[in-house]
């Protein structure tokens, strides 16, 4: 995907590579040999492989790889705003703009370093960015990888505005799985969410778990901090643990809307699944000098190790 920007020892586990539009990203390895990598365009975590090489994150074989848009796959940055629930464009820019790496950033509490190697990002506001949302900002991400391979995420928002403002928050997760058909999603069971396929009417989970047998668009509400996407195919559980993330939107295409995706192949809606730790029912709003914290892990076992 990519050539070293800079020599590395054959021992470090953490590079900087160029994508092949010259964009840097960041690749974090484990001994074990589970990686992840991380593209300073949109803060997106593009790659999650386990110790054997598989890729456990879904990327479009017609995804587009240039600056202004975001890749479809891996883990987008839906920010300051979800879906089209605002006045800016589709899941926000946070996703579509250009991140630096922070050298020094500011201590992160409750994160032990051990046993990881992580990347820290920033995005700040543009002059462009304050004309379509005019609010000052920092945002820093952590991504980190542990030596079992699980993948973590951490981001912090901080007013450093004048005023308070509001934003609506998501981890746009594309999990690969086998079949759909296959894939349960279990730690949702009796939870209400809304519906995006029928204008965000409330409905209450009634299944065991959720299945898929059709198109699929909702935000589920006052989640756990742990739920399970079971692989029935691939004998493969992903664990999704958040923190500061109510909400879960869960998001299959299907057949018919897959066709009119561009950048998705008709029959990929099969080999996909979008389970995304977020808030967005009720935004999160900061006053000047608060900050806010969302932080997401994602571990991938097999099946029979799921209790």
Known sequence: MGHPATAWDQNSVLEVVKDWNGIDQVVLRVPRGASARVSLHGGQVVSWKNERGEELLFTSSKAIFKPSRAMRGGIPICFPQFGNCGSLE???????????????????????????????????????DLKCWPHCYEFRLR????????????????????????????????????????????????????????????????????TFESEVDRIYLGSPNVIAV??????????IKKKGLPDVVVWNPWEKKSKSIPDLGD????????????VVERPITLKPGEEWTGRLDLTAIPSTHFI
């Open 267 to 278: 029959e990929e809606y099969k080999q996909m699944l979008c389970v995304d730790g977020a």
């Open 143 to 210: 991504v980190s990888l542990t030596t079992n391979g699980v993948l973590s995420m951490i981001s912090r928002v901080r007013n450093i505005n004048g005023k308070p403002f509001s934003f609506s928050f998501a981890y746009h997760t594309y999990l690969s799985v086998s079949d759909i058909s296959e894939v349960r999603i279990e730690g949702l069971e009796t939870l209400d969410y809304l519906d995006n396929l029928c204008q965000r009417k409330r409905f209450t989970e009634q299944g065991d778990a959720v």
């Open 230 to 239: 079971l692989d029935h195919e691939k004998k493969r559980t992903f664990l």
């Open 90 to 128: 589709q899941h926000g820019f946070a996703r579509n703009k250009m991140w630096s790496i922070d050298s020094d950033p500011p201590p992160l509490k409750n994160d032990d370093d051990k046993g990881k190697v992580s990347v820290d990002l920033l995005l700040k506001p543009s002059e462009d």
